[in-house]
Every structure is written in structure tokens, then in C-alpha cells.
């Protein structure tokens, strides 16, 4: 991980910030200063896409509640901007002022406005957003501005990026600037993830999912990611939770690439098979503890592949994603950050809306098991796990469904 310029000491794998729309982003604040959370080391920032971050004190995390009125999601940011004070003397104002002296008499305040502040960084790439050096006098600096970019920032490689393409892959826009690839590794709860940003984008949302996979215990399971990426929570299984083997479905061939890199760089490799191609046509039966289905709006084209793939004696548990919609929570009603444990039940607090779509979700699956396996099954909800709020009333929750065959009597 590293930062834009020489922040206090950073929390290994970013900062933690609550993310939000820009309408809602002053009254989070309040709320976070009289909650005394706010982290005044860093300033305020404007996310790829438009969101705003603002940061959380690392050692108060365990306090932080999302408020369900102000849609936000918690989340870490890798290039955090120091406040103000701790601006003067940074890299952003490095880079500002060589690219000053590269203009000379050209330079303007149009110009200053389009330098970016805050860029991801990974190991000696930098990755600057989509609205910075717009303006048309850059275009004729060629491949000197970018030289002056790397070198001020102290890197070697220079990319920017455009929005996640919206074909069922999450492909990223970015292009290359400078540089002969775009291969990075970003480290992120000790896990080595590798990707090609120019192919693959590293998702720094669902933190809070990705902790909590890596707290199950999966000591010896066998477990079927059906949409595995680039390995979001098939690294994390593997490497934290104990899962013995991992069986992850991915159909983008580059992501494919990224995470049997990713599975060598963490020593994991020969306790996954890659199953590249349409996880619905896979052909796995009978194998798995746990099933994974990480796919958003809704990983329900999934379910009949997860039934198939559960062990048909002793069951298993699924993971089921879905964006769900709720009506407006009563005025003050709080969700807890996701903290949950797999076995934990939520004592109260869980939505009308939720609870019926868990219901309805456990419903449905058993009979897919019924219906696949000619017998009665029994499937109970363990746990609804809300990652985090769209809008102000859809939510990502996660379902942890307990599936087990009915034994004769
Ligand atoms: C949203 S990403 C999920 C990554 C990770 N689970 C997360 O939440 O960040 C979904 C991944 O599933 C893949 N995918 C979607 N539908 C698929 C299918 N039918 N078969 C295999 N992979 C699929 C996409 O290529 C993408 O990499």
C-alpha cells in the first residue's frame, strides 16, 4: 500500500473511510465528528465514480454503526489526502509544481485545477482517476507530461482510469500511459492479490465480506466459488479460514490469469482447480461444504449449479449475494457494520424486507435440493449479513443458508 505523500502512519491496507454520495457526505461528517470518529489526519476525497470518502479512526472501527439514512459503505482507501495542513511539502504539490515548470509561461489556473491530488497507487504504478488532465495543452506535452507524472510521484509506470465497463465482467477502462504492462499486487488483509489493471479491477469495496469470510470456520471444507474474479473470497478462504480445496468458476479470461497468479504468490495454488468458462454449465457434483455466489444485482442463475455442486449426504452451507430492496427504516434504526459470524444470528434489527427475502430464498433452494436429489431437505438461515447500501434502500446482503438432507427417521 502507499499513499500520495507522507501521511501519518497509515494502516497497512489503507485507510478506513465511509464512502458516500456527495449529498450525504456533510451530514456523515457531522455525525462522525460528534461521534468523535472522523480521522482528521486526512481530508475529505472524492472516489473514482464520484463518491466521497470520509476517513475513520482505524482504533475506533469496532464503534462505527452505518447510519441506514445516509447510504454509505465502509471501505479502505489506499491513496488517502492528507488533511491540509499535511499537504504543504507533498508529493501533490511535487508533481504540481514540476508540471509548472514543465508549462512555464503555458501554465494557468485551468491547468493547476486539472493536476489530481490523490491517485491509487500500486508498488511502482500509479493509477490516476478519469477527470484529471483533461484539459487540451497536456495532449501536446506527449509522452513529457507523463515522464514528469512518474518521476514527481516517484514511479515508474503511469495509468488512467476510465468506469467499470458494464458487460458482466467488470472489465476496467484503463489505459496504459507509461509503462510496457499494467500487472501490479496489492496487498490486502495479508493476502497478495496480482492483476493486470489494464484487464481486471481490484474491487476495495466488500471489505467487510472479504474479513468475514476470512474469520469462517472452514477448517477442511471443500468449497465451489462461483464467481470467483480475480479471487476476492477464494483467497480469502484459502488462506485465512482453512479451507482445504477450492474449486473456483470464473469466466473472464483474465481475471482467470489474475488468480492463478494470485493462488502461486500465496503459496495456495495446489489447494484450488481453476473451472474457466459459465460456472452454470459446470460440471461438479456432490463435492461441496460451501458454495460461494458473489455475483451482484443478484447470483440467482447460480443456485441450481450450488445445489448440484453441495454434498447430496451431509449438505452444506451457500453464500448467497443479492441486492434487496426495503422501505425507509424508522428514523434512528442503525445497521452494525459487518462484523457478524457465520453461526451468529442477528438479535434484532433485520428488516421485514430482508428477513422475507431470506425466507423466501431458503424456500426456494430447498426445493431446488428436493427437487435435484428426489428427497426432503431442510434449509435454515444462519445469518443475513448487510455489506453495504446502494441506495438509500437497496442493500448488498449476504445469506449464509444451511442446507442438510432430511434423514429417515
Ligand atoms: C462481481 S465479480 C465478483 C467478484 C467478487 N466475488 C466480489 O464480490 O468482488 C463477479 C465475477 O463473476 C464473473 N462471472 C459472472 N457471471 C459468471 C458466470 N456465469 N460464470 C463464471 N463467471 C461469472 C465475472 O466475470 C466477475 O469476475
Request: hydrophobic fraction near 40%; proline fraction near 8%; charge should be positive.
Amino acid at each position: 500500500m502507499a499513499g500520495t505523500a507522507a501521511v501519518p502512519a497509515a494502516v497497512p491496507a489503507g485507510v478506513p473511510a465511509l464512502a458516500a454520495e456527495p449529498r450525504f457526505a456533510q451530514r456523515l461528517r457531522q455525525r462522525l465528528e460528534e461521534q468523535r470518529l472522523l480521522d482528521g489526519r486526512y481530508g475529505l476525497q472524492r472516489l473514482p465514480g464520484g463518491r466521497v470518502a470520509l476517513p475513520v479512526l482505524p482504533e475506533r472501527l469496532p464503534e462505527l454503526r452505518l447510519p441506514c439514512e445516509l447510504p454509505c459503505e465502509l471501505l479502505r482507501v489506499q491513496d488517502p489526502v492528507p488533511c491540509r495542513a499535511a499537504r504543504r511539502g507533498t508529493p501533490a504539490r511535487r508533481l504540481r509544481d514540476e508540471l509548472r515548470r514543465l508549462l512555464g509561461p503555458a501554465w494557468c489556473a485551468e491547468l493547476e485545477r486539472d493536476v489530481p491530488h490523490a491517485w491509487h497507487r500500486h508498488g511502482d504504478l500509479v493509477l490516476l482517476s478519469e477527470d484529471c488532465f483533461r484539459a487540451e495543452p497536456w495532449e501536446r506535452l506527449g509522452s513529457a507530461l507523463w515522464e514528469t507524472v512518474a518521476s514527481a510521484l516517484g514511479a515508474r509506470r503511469v495509468a488512467r482510469r476510465g468506469r467499470v465497463m458494464p458487460d458482466g465482467m467488470r472489465s476496467p477502462r484503463v489505459t496504459l500511459l507509461l509503462g510496457q504492462h499494467g500487472w501490479v499486487e496489492h496487498v490486502d488483509n495479508g493476502i497478495r492479490y496480482t492483476f493486470d489493471v489494464t484487464k481486471c479491477m481490484f474491487s476495495p469495496g466488500n471489505i467487510t465480506e472479504k474479513l468475514r469470510v476470512a474469520s469462517l470456520p472452514c477448517s477442511g471444507e471443500v468449497l465451489v466459488d462461483l464467481y470467483a474474479g480475480i479471487g476476492y473470497f477464494t483467497l480469502p478462504f484459502l488462506v485465512h479460514a482453512g479451507a482445504a480445496f477450492v474449486h473456483a468458476c470464473e469466466w473472464n479470461s483474465h481475471a482467470v490469469e489474475a488468480l492463478h497468479r494470485s493462488l502461486l504468490l500465496n503459496g495456495v495454488r495446489d489447494r484450488c482447480r481453476i473451472h474457466s468458462g459459465d460456472s452454470r454449465q459446470l460440471q461438479l457434483r456432490d463435492v461441496a461444504d460451501r458454495v460461494n455466489l458473489g455475483l451482484l444485482p443478484s447470483s440467482e442463475e447460480g443456485w441450481p449449479a450450488a445445489c448440484r455442486v453441495l454434498k447430496k449426504d451431509t449438505g452444506g452451507v451457500l453464500h448467497i449475494h443479492q441486492n434487496v430492496e426495503s422501505r425507509p427504516a424508522p428514523r434512528g434504526a442503525e445497521l452494525l457494520a459487518g462484523r457478524g459470524s457465520a453461526g451468529a444470528r442477528r438479535p434484532t434489527g433485520l428488516r421485514a424486507e430482508w428477513q422475507s427475502w431470506a425466507e423466501g430464498t431458503a424456500a426456494r433452494i430447498r426445493g431446488l435440493l428436493a427437487e435435484l436429489h428426489g428427497r426432503p431437505w431442510r434449509s435454515s438461515v444462519l445469518h443475513v449479513e448487510p455489506v453495504k447500501s446502494y441506495a438509500p434502500h437497496v442493500h448488498h446482503l449476504v445469506l449464509d443458508l444451511e442446507c442438510r438432507p432430511v434423514l429417515p427417521a
